[in-house]
Each structure stands twice: as C-alpha cells, then as structure tokens.
C-alpha cells in the first residue's frame, strides 16, 4: 500500500523507506523531502567534495542537485534506489559544469591489492599512532600525499574510482550513476587503482621502511 492511501492517521516519515517518501514528495507532502535531505546532505556533500576538492563548490553542488531532486519528483521512478538517482543527478551536474577543475578529496587510505582478483584488494586505513610532533607531521604528509594521488587520477575514471573506493556502491549503481556500461565501469575503477597505486607506491615503501627500522 502507498503510504499516501493513509492519510487518516499521523505517518512516521522516519521509518519509511527512501522510495516510499519519495511516492509522498509526488503527492506533495513536502516534510517527505526533508527527510530524505537529512539522510543524505552529508554523503552527498562528502562524494562531491571528494569529486571537487572544495567545500564551498560541493555545497553549491549538492544543494542544486537537491533541488532538481525535487523539481523533478514526478520523473523518479521507484525501480530505481533513490540514492543512485540522487548521485546521478549530482554527477551530472559537476560533468556538465565542471570539467577541469582541480580535485582535492580529502582521504587517508590506501589501496593494497593481492594477486587474486580485481577486488581481492582493501583499503587500509592509514593511522596516527603517536601524538608526536614528528608522527603528527608524516599524518599531514600522508594525507596531501594521497590527495595528490588521487587528484592525477585522471578525470575520465575518478567518478567510478570515488564511488567504488570511498562510497562503497556497487558496480551496478556506479553503471547507473554514471551512464555507463558494466565493463567500462570496471575497467574505469580498475585504471583509476592503477593510476592510484603508481603514485602511492613508493612512498609505502619508504613507509615500510622507516616502520621497520623503528622496530
């Protein structure tokens, strides 16, 4: 039953699904819509200063892309998660708007892959083990280093390579939020790792290293 054939008894917004809140934004019940931008302004702002490298462009970004959500409402269908819509309509709008900008995510993790598959690999979270001046200072280093690392990530395969590796969506959501097909999606991710790993591999190395001769 459409959660807008209840109109006789006070409705939980909070506990209904993203689809189903978007059924009553059709309706014209607009606190529907507030729900849906309280669960997703921060990830949503988090993706598109990842894609964008700064917090005033992401903000700008991802409140058009809230606003079309709600301009266009009527044109949401619910064979589709909202959340993929969502970020389709926010690439769309940094592809349309944005096409050489400089991108700074900021992150601190790293790829590490095994030989066994596209996906064997894991992200390892890189950690501050001290308070030390000196640890405090390899943490800044680390963190422009990967911002660097991904920013060469050329424009072409960072969407895919964001929203693999840091958003965690499937490979199906990604085909659907970039308009592209299953296997440019992997391969895209896949040369976004490797450009990823060109960059980042010799200073795990040098990392390696100097935790070995610390020992």
């Given at each position: 039953m459409r959660p807008a054939e209840l109109p006789q008894r006070k409705i939980d917004f909070g506990g209904l699904t993203d689809e189903e809140l978007m059924l009553l934004v059709q309706e014209g019940r607009n606190q529907a819509f507030d729900v849906l931008v309280g669960r997703y302004k921060n990830r949503l702002f988090t993706y598109l200063c990842r894609l964008l490298g700064n917090q005033d462009e992401a903000e700008e970004f991802a409140q058009e892309a809230f606003v079309k959500a709600y301009i266009h409402a009527d044109k949401y269908r619910t064979i589709a998660r909202f959340s993929t819509w969502l970020y389709t309509i926010a690439t769309n709008l940094v592809r349309n708007r944005v096409r050489n900008v400089k991108r700074r995510p900021a992150v601190v993790s790293m790829w590490s892959e095994d030989s066994s598959g596209e996906d064997a690999g894991k992200w390892m979270e890189i950690r501050d083990d001290s308070?030390?001046?000196?640890?405090e200072a390899e943490r800044r280093n680390l963190n422009e280093m990967v911002q660097e690392a991904i920013e060469k990530i050329p424009g072409k395969y960072r969407?895919?390579?964001?929203?693999?590796?840091?958003?965690?969506?499937?490979y199906e959501e990604i085909a659907a939020v970039t308009g592209l097909k299953?296997?440019?999606?992997?391969?895209?991710i896949?040369?976004?790792?490797?450009h990823f790993r060109r960059t980042v591999a010799p200073f795990m190395e040098k990392d390696h290293d100097t935790k070995r001769n610390r020992t």
């Open positions: 308070n030390r001046p000196d640890f969407p895919a390579f964001v929203l693999r590796e840091m958003d965690d969506l499937s299953l296997g440019t999606v992997r391969s895209r896949n040369r976004g790792r490797a």
